[in-house]
T-cell receptor, first 114, second 115 residues
Framework: AQSVTQPDIHITVSEGASLELRCNYS??????LFWYVQSPGQGLQLLLK??????LVQGIKGFEAEFKRSQSSFNLRKPSVHWSDAAEYFC????????????FGAGTRLFVKA | GAVVSQHPSWVICKSGTSVKIECRSL??????MFWYRQFPKQSLMLMAT?????????EQGVEKDKFLINHASLTLSTLTVTSAHPEDSSFYIC???????????FGPGTRLTVT
């Protein structure tokens, strides 16, 4: 069965420091992978997506993610974190067999300290 | 991307009553809509998928007679929680998807509290 694992429940980084949020997926076919961010009082917002092609994808707000098939990973990175990046981040994979369904990871809460 | 609104943003109701939550796409024709439930500090759990013009498909374990979904048009979907109980208290989120696309556009969510 398809699944998404985000090993870190929460992460704390200092403002200006680099960030990497981990995501591992289990999916038999070529996955469609996403990262979403959820800020308090706001809906989930798409940060970036990977369908095919270049395995390093750029997203909004300075985020990027790298698809590594050999490691079944799709880690999210940002070189310099801003206080406004504090939020909940969800990795997701789309299953397109028997209907379109998005499977979300449990999420990683990012705390940013001054 | 699409702009999605939900109404109300929060609601408190008494046990046994029904509550309707609206999800509107303000600028996008949505052939598919999704309803999720999110418990505190947990991920999104898909409740049901609805396609315009057809009945919703409910996920295993979701009571379709309790959570009524109506995809009335390409811009409106409603979720009605019937005979609500305190255990139905949760954060309900809708999302939209266009035909052929895998991206979803999410509403801001509705906080339901049943007393």
């Amino acid at each position: 069965a398809q699944s998404v694992t985000q090993p870190d429940i929460h992460i704390t980084v200092s403002e200006g420091a680099s960030l990497e949020l981990r995501c591992n997926y289990s999916y038999g076919a070529t996955p469609y992978l996403f990262w979403y961010v959820q800020s308090p009082g706001q809906g989930l917002q798409l940060l970036l997506k990977y369908f095919s092609g270049d395995t390093l994808v750029q997203g909004i707000k300075g985020f990027e993610a790298e698809f590594k098939r050999s490691q079944s990973s799709f880690n999210l990175r940002k070189p310099s974190v801003h206080w406004s990046d504090a939020a909940e981040y969800f990795c997701a994979v789309v299953r397109n067999t028997g209907g379109f369904k998005t499977i979300f990871g449990a999420g990683t809460r990012l705390f940013v300290k001054a | 991307g699409a702009v999605v609104s939900q109404h109300p943003s929060w609601v408190i109701c008494k046990s046994g009553t029904s509550v309707k939550i609206e999800c509107r796409s303000l600028d996008f024709q949505a052939t598919t809509m999704f309803w999720y439930r999110q418990f505190p500090k947990q991920s999104l759990m898909l409740m049901a998928t609805s396609n315009e013009g057809s009945k919703a498909t409910y996920e295993q374990g979701v009571e379709k007679d309790k959570f009524l979904i109506n995809h009335a048009s390409l811009t409106l979907s409603t979720l009605t929680v019937t005979s609500a109980h305190p255990e139905d208290s949760s954060f309900y989120i809708c999302s939209l998807s266009g035909s052929g696309a895998y991206e979803q556009y999410f509403g801001p969510g509705t906080r339901l509290t049943v007393t």
